[in-house]
Each structure stands twice: as structure tokens, then as C-alpha cells.
């Protein structure tokens, strides 16, 4: 069955020429030209992806993120014109999963649709037993074959991204992890130096899980190298 993509741009020229290399992948897209079409969509179809202009006609893509991260944990692709660090870090902090600037290749941006949907698929499919494990220490437990996460009883609502790197932290603990390491095993690239992807998304993550800050319980930071869990 092919995936359904929410693709969200007012500049029809863009929305058009993103729509034909989705729909030449097989993939069934839903194309709105602002928030309020989007947010009814998403009321309507299941979705399994979506593709944000930042700025649209009525709210920004950064609150039309944020509103859909309230109930749903698909992948969020953001398409900005701004290249500044802060907008691309407010993106990933309201649950964006990656974005891509504008002027794009098409076949960069499919290239990161079909890795998220990769993810996303990966975490719902049910998992053989014998292929998966479970991590459980100080309250924490984790596990690859039910791609749940609980703290203290409680179930965290992580999105397949946030799983995967907590899920690689804790297959790795008790070792420093390096930036570079984390963020090629996750999300499948190359790193770029000055890339805030992995200390965004990290920061996300400790939000969920409740730790403070400063003195983390968990996710600890190495300055200059890169992240451990203990």
C-alpha cells in the first residue's frame, strides 16, 4: 500500500513539481495550499507523512507543525527559505524530523521522504521476538520489538526518530558516542560540521524525558565529543 503524504506550500509552482515526483514513487499526496486546509486533512486521511512550507498564508508551518505534533507522531519534513540556524532549530524543538531548504533538488527531498517513511514503517511493523531486544535500568525501559519506551511506568510519546536515537544511546551504554556517529547511524548521512540536528533533537528528547537540563539524569552530554547514557 502506497504512503499518503500531507504536502502543504502555497506557491502552486512548487507544490506541483513536488507532487509529480511523489506521485511517480506510487505515493498518494494531499496537496493544500494553508494551515487550515492541512489541520482539516489531517482530520479526514490518514496520513502517513508530511511536507511543510514554513511560510504560509494563515499560521506559520512552525505552529501548523506544533498542532499536528499534538496528536500525531508521523514524519514532519519542513521546506524553508530561511537558512539561519534558529529556524531551522525552532523546527526540529516543535517535532519536526528534517528539513530542506529552499531553492531543492526534488530528488534530494524524495531521497528524505522515502528515509523517514522508512523509519516510520520500521517503527509500527510488528518485529519478530527473536530479532528484537529491551533495554530496562534506573526506571528506563525501552523496547526494539514493541517500539515502546516507558520512564517510570509511564509511556513516552516518541516519534520513530526520538526511538531510534534513544534506542541507539541505550544499545551503546556506558560509551561516549560521538555527534558524527549518532547522527550518521540515525539518520543515514553524512555529518556536516555546525550541524544542530543531533543536539536539537537531543534536547527534545530530554524534554520528554523530563530531565533537567543542566544536570541530566540520562542523556549526558561530553562536551566537545559527543553523548552517553548511563
Not at 507532487?19 to 514513487?25: H, I, K, P, R, S
Not at 487550515?36 to 507543525?65: H, R, T, W
Request: aromatic share 10%; with cysteine.
Amino acid at each position: 500500500m502506497s504512503a499518503k503524504i500531507l504536502l502543504v506550500d502555497d506557491e502552486a509552482a512548487i507544490a506541483d513539481l513536488v507532487e509529480v515526483y511523489l506521485t511517480n514513487e506510487g505515493y498518494t499526496v494531499y496537496k493544500c495550499e494553508n494551515a487550515a486546509q492541512a489541520l482539516e486533512c489531517v482530520e479526514q486521511k490518514q496520513v502517513d507523512l508530511a511536507i511543510l512550507d514554513v511560510m504560509l498564508p494563515d499560521l506559520s508551518g512552525f505552529e501548523l507543525c506544533r498542532r499536528i505534533r499534538q496528536k500525531h507522531l508521523w514524519p514532519i519534513l519542513m521546506l524553508t527559505a530561511r537558512v539561519e540556524d534558529l529556524d531551522k532549530i525552532q523546527g526540529l524543538m516543535l517535532g519536526a524530523d528534517d528539513y530542506i531548504t529552499k531553492p531543492f533538488n526534488p530528488l534530494e527531498l524524495l531521497a528524505r521522504v522515502k528515509t523517514q517513511l522508512r523509519r516510520y514503517t520500521q517503527y509500527n511493523q510488528s518485529a519478530q521476538p527473536d530479532k528484537g531486544g529491551e533495554y530496562e535500568f534506573n526506571g528506563l525501559y525501552i523496547s526494539e520489538v514493541t517500539h515502546k519506551c516507558t520512564l517510570y511506568g509511564e509511556e513516552l510519546a516518541l516519534t520513530p526518530l526520538e526511538f531510534s536515537i534513544l534506542w541507539y544511546l541505550c544499545s551503546h551504554r556506558g560509551q561516549v558516542v560521538p555527534s558524527e556517529q549518532l547522527f550518521q547511524e540515525v539518520w543515514g548521512e553524512k555529518y556536516i560540521d555546525g550541524n544542530n540536528t543531533v543536539m536539537t533533537h537531543i534536547a527534545r528528547l530530554r524534554e520528554k524525558m523530563h530531565e533537567k537540563s543542566r544536570h541530566p539524569k540520562f542523556i549526558k552530554t561530553v562536551w566537545g565529543v559527543g553523548y552517553t547514557i548511563e
